[in-house]
Each structure stands twice: as structure tokens, then as C-alpha cells.
């Protein structure tokens, strides 16, 4: 099942503790951590680990922030692997932090120290009048960093100047909603972004006068000239940067791949081949559903599946069709998002999933994870049509008759369903082709 929407950031400061009842009841300490893990799990296993590194990262962002010490104790929750954390947590995000307190997987160095990064900072002893947006969190932390999945965060800010897409440092630093602005804006990597721009800060201003910055003084007060003068400074520095050719191909790669239809042009567009013959498809209107379901066909003819947009499969409204499980096929429907629904899906169960979602993109879902992206392709204000092809352990996704986005997936038979996320959805025109190996 669906345990959450697809993740598209690393972390966020999330106003939650640790659940009652959690089995993280093992404990190591340091003289600066209280490690929690789960008796018998491969986080035991890493804690003696993770209680020597945890103590190393803490003395690297005590040095790059230039404090001398630091006398809190940090509880530190480790998990088995992001699915572990979120089951637990009930938390969206593969790692996250509060007050003195962060969640991670035990193996995951880098959402560790970046993690760490947010707990000492709200620890500053600077005070100030303004408030910060997420922006700041996330970029100090990546600027800690400064090697980001083995990238320069200046690399990956210099490639977006390059390419003429690097946004306004303004923009960045007054908009509300830091997360809000990156799910508008999914092709720009705001984090190392913000990570770049706070590495230029540390590295021309020091750490002091950025910790004041981070706590609210104004700007200008922090750094003696305004954002408009740093922000050249700060293009002057990335305009200097090196991409060793490697990179540049590497970040082509990430930020500018070719679409599924690029790579598949014998597939980019539905057709007879891709179809098959009407008389091969089976209608799927008024056929059985689970008792319970959160969804009932509409009367009088049993055409339109309504969804209630109740919570069934973690965050999503998830209604399975007929009792046939299949591997190979094709199924398609027409999705009609309803009232606040920001979000569609048509499954080959919950191992084989193609999301839309509302600002965000096209996605092939694993029940855990998502395995492929396409944010060009977005939900919008109108039906769309989806068809979902499974095929030797491969899935593709078709979007309004465009191929959206191709990944490999769990063969395994399960039956159709669809989804919404967020409210009420109508889904129409449902239908499945069974497909020989």
C-alpha cells in the first residue's frame, strides 16, 4: 500500500516527537547522543556505528559554525530504512527533526549530518526580530554539507546560472513557503541551491554573522551591504566554478533528462499497436468491490466509480476493482479530480502504481517509493485520460495519450484500483486488456 505522497525533499522540521508506543526502546549513549533503535534490527546493528559518526558530525558542525560547544543531549531515533520511519513516525519525509530531537535511517550518513545540522541551529544563542523561511534551514544544512549525493552544491547553482535558471536570491529568501515553492518549481534543486548561497555566506562573512542572520537579524545588519550586492558577489563566485564535464553530464542527467517519449518514440503516443483490439478489452464499469470500499459505483447505470476520497491506503483514497489478480496488462481509465482532490491514480495493485498529482508531476509508484518521475506532466483542471501498461516487469504510463514516464516494477498479479488523494475523485471509461508474455 501507498504510505505516503512521493518524496520529493530530504528532510523537514516537522512539530512531532517520537509516537507513544514506539518500539525504538534500545538505547546507546554518548556524551552527546541518546541513540534510540529497535532491539534485534539492523539499526542495533549499525549503533555503535552511528554513536562514533554521530559524535564526528557534531564536531564538524561545530566547526563550520564556529561554536565552541555544544552542553544539550540529542536524541537521535535510527530506523531500519525510510518505509520504517514513516510507518512509525507517521512522518512524510525520509528523515526529519524537531528540538533536540531527529529521525533517520541508521545507514544514511549524509540525511544524518544534514538532519544534526537543523537541531544545532535552533540552538543559536543570536536572537532577532525576523522570521526565516525553510530556505534558510535547508540551505545552511546543505551548506554544512557541501557535497551533496557527491555533488558540489556550487555545481549544481552554477549549472542552473549556465542555464539561465537559477532563481531570483529574493525570491528565495521572501517567499512563505519554502516547500510549497519547490513543489511549483519541481525541476529547480532548491536545497543545494540554498546550500551554494549559505556556503558563500560562511566562506566570505563567517559564521557569526550568518548564525545572526539565521535568528532573525535583518540582512543587511548581518552582512553590511544588501541582497542585490551579495547576490552578484555570489554570481561572480559561481560564474568562477569549474563543472568538471562528468558533472555537467551527471546534472544534465538529473535536472534535464530526456522524457520517456525522447527515449521511446515507437511508444510516445497511444496507439492501435499499443492498445490492441476493442474486442480484447473487458469493461470494468459496476464490477465487485471490497466490502467497505471507499467508493461505490454511481447510479443508474454503474458507469462512474465515485471515490469518497476517505483515507484507505495511508494518505490515499485507494479502491481495488473485480477479483481478478493479473500481471501482464493494460488498463486505462478516465480520472475526473473533485473538490480539494489534488491527486489521481490508476494501479496494477498497490506494487504497480501511476500517480498525477496536482503542481507536482506524473509518477510510477513501488508501494514504497517512487521508481520514476515526470514533473512536466501535471494534474490539472480537467478529466485526464490514464492508461497503465505492465508488461516482463516493466511499466509505462501513458497521460492524455503521451508517455509520461517508464520504470521497472513488481511483476506480481494483483488486481486494478485507482485513487485520489486530498477529496473526491469520479473515475469513468475503467477497462483492463490482459497481455501474453
Known amino acids: ?103 533517520v535511517p541508521h545507514d544514511n550518513d549524509q540525511t544524518r549530518l544534514h538532519e544534526l545540522v537543523h537541531v544545532v541551529a535552533e540552538q543559536f544563542n543570536e536572537k532577532g526580530f525576523e522570521a526565516r523561511n525553510m530556505f534558510a534551514a535547508e540551505g545552511l544544512a546543505n551548506a554544512v554539507l557541501r557535497f551533496v549525493h557527491g555533488v558540489s552544491v556550487d555545481a549544481v547553482a552554477a549549472y542552473y546560472k549556465n542555464h539561465k535558471e537559477l532563481p531570483p536570491l529574493a525570491e528565495l ?7 510549497a515553492w519547490l513543489k511549483a518549481h519541481p525541476g529547480i534543486d532548491g536545497y543545494d541551491i540554498g546550500g551554494s548561497f549559505f556556503r558563500f555566506l560562511l566562506d566570505k562573512y563567517g559564521a557569526a554573522k550568518v548564525r545572526q542572520y539565521y535568528k532573525g537579524a535583518p540582512f543587511k545588519e548581518s552582512f553590511g551591504a544588501d541582497v542585490t550586492t551579495v547576490e552578484k558577489a555570489w554570481h561572480a563566485r559561481l560564474d568562477k566554478f569549474q563543472i568538471r564535464p562528468g558533472v555537467e553530464d551527471l546534472l544534465k542527467e538529473r535536472f534535464h533528462p530526456p522524457t520517456p517519449a525522447e527515449k521511446n518514440p515507437r511508444e510516445a503516443k497511444l496507439n492501435d499497436t499499443i492498445l490492441g483490439p476493442a474486442s480484447a478489452w473487458k469493461d470494468l464499469s459496476g464490477a465487485a468491490l471490497a466490502a467497505g470500499a471507499p467508493g461505490a459505483w454511481e447510479a443508474p447505470n454503474h458507469k462512474s466509480l465515485l471515490l469518497t476520497g476517505v483515507k484507505s491506503e495511508g494518505d490515499w483514497c485507494v479502491v481495488a476493482i473485480g477479483n481478478d489478480n493479473v500481471s501482464d496488462a493494460i488498463v486505462r481509465c478516465r480520472a475526473e479530480a473533485l473538490d480539494s482532490c489534488y491527486g489521481v491514480q490508476l494501479q496494477l495493485g498497490p506494487k ?5 498529482l496536482r503542481g507536482q ?77
Not at 513516525?89 to 531527529?102: F, K, M, Q, V
Not at 529568501?173 to 516547500?179: A, H, I, M, P
Not at 480537467?382 to 516494477?409: C, F, Q, T, Y
Request: with cysteine; charged share 25%; hydrophobic share 45%.
Open 352 to 356: 504497480c502504481q501511476a500517480l498525477l
Open 173 to 179: 529568501l521572501e517567499t512563505q513557503d519554502f516547500y
Open 1 to 103: 500500500m501507498i504510505t505516503t505522497l512521493p518524496l520529493l525533499f530530504a528532510s523537514t522540521l516537522l512539530l512531532q516527537g517520537n509516537p507513544a508506543g514506539s518500539p525504538l526502546t534500545g538505547v546507546e549513549r554518548t556524551a552527546h547522543f541518546e541513540i534510540h533503535f529497535r532491539p534485534g534490527s539492523r539499526a542495533e546493528a549499525s549503533a555503535d556505528r552511528v554513536a562514533v559518526v554521530a559524535e564526528e558530525d557534531l564536531a564538524k558542525i561545530l566547526r563550520e559554525l564556529e561554536m565552541k560547544e555544544f552542553k544539550k543531549t540529542i536524541r537521535l531515533y535510527l530506523y531500519d530504512d525510510v518505509p520504517e520511519l514513516q510507518k512509525i513516525t507517521g512522518s512524510p519525509s525520509a528523515g526529519y527533526s524537531i528540538t533536540l530531537e531527529s529521525h
Open 361 to 437: 508531476g506524473c509518477f510510477i509508484y513501488n508501494e514504497a517509493s517512487g521508481v520514476a518521475f515526470n514533473p512536466k506532466i501535471q494534474l490539472a483542471d480537467k478529466p485526464v485520460e490514464i492508461v497503465l501498461r505492465r508488461v516482463s516487469g516493466r511499466a509505462s504510463v501513458w497521460i492524455d495519450g503521451v508517455l509520461a514516464a517508464e520504470a521497472d516494477i513488481d511483476p506480481a498479479a494483483a488486481a486494478p484500483g485507482v485513487g485520489s488523494v486530498g477529496g473526491k475523485a469520479r473515475f469513468s471509461q475503467i477497462a483492463i486488456r490482459k497481455l501474453q508474455k
